[in-house]
């Protein structure tokens, strides 16, 4: 069974800094891309960031650039989410996902979310 | 960067009825289009695919359509287990998400 388990959320204030990660199972995690999306208090997703199976590409939503950081380590089978310079309307759920093989795939296994809360 | 219209915003129906949501991208997306559902405190769960593919476990009553650059979700007969949000995504260039449609029973 495919699981995905984000960790790391909490309240944090404006210009303050967080490490999300996100522990696998279920899967050969090294040969899937995966993604954090997120979603704010009553609003839709918005995509965050992406990183391949390798590290190789990595991108970023416009939003975050330059202050979130995503990694990954294949043998712990864990992704994780720098956060830094976080400002109030960074606050949202953020969910880790799977992609997939290649880059033009959706995110078939998502993990529940945890809370990032900047005030 | 690819808009993603999606309409409505809300939609009310009753049990059984054919519900259909409509989402419009800004430019052409080819076919790489994702249709996700969520409900209240969980997370999306990955409803079709490619525009037109059920993902495995997903109830034939779902389907995907796609007319050049505007794709369509239809619920054939609307069940109580389908109060949810729903969201399209495509995934041609980076990735976008339409703003969701509100599901509920009339």
């Known amino acids: 069974e495919v699981r995905l388990e984000e960790s790391g959320g909490g309240l944090v204030k404006p210009g303050g800094s967080l490490r999300l990660s996100c522990a696998a199972s279920?899967?050969?995690?090294?040969?899937?891309?995966m993604v954090w999306v997120r979603q704010a208090p009553g609003q839709g997703l918005e995509w965050v960031s992406y990183i391949s199976s390798s590290d190789t590409f990595i991108y970023y939503a416009d939003s975050v650039k330059g202050r979130f950081t995503v990694s990954r380590d294949n043998a712990q089978k864990s992704l994780y989410l720098q956060m830094t310079s976080l400002r109030p309307d960074d606050t949202a759920v953020y969910y880790c996902?799977?992609?997939?093989?290649?880059?033009?795939?959706?995110?078939?296994?998502w993990g529940q979310g945890t809370v990032v809360s900047v005030s | 960067d690819i808009q993603m219209t999606q309409s409505p915003s809300t939609l009310s129906a009753s049990l059984g009825d054919r519900v259909t949501i409509t989402c419009r991208a800004s430019?052409?997306?080819?076919?790489?289009l994702a249709w996700y559902q969520q409900k209240p405190g969980t997370a999306p769960k990955l409803l079709i695919y490619q525009a037109s593919k059920l993902e495995s476990g997903v109830p034939s009553r779902f389907s995907g359509g796609e007319s050049g650059t505007e794709f369509t979700l239809t619920i054939s007969s609307l069940q109580p287990d389908d109060v949810a949000s729903y969201y399209c995504q495509q995934y041609a260039e980076s990735y976008t998400f339409g703003q969701g449609t509100k599901v509920d029973l009339k």
């Open positions: 996902a799977r992609g997939g093989f290649g880059e033009l795939e959706p995110f078939d296994f």
């Open positions: 279920g899967f050969t995690f090294e040969k899937y891309s």
């Open positions: 430019q052409s997306i080819s076919s790489w």
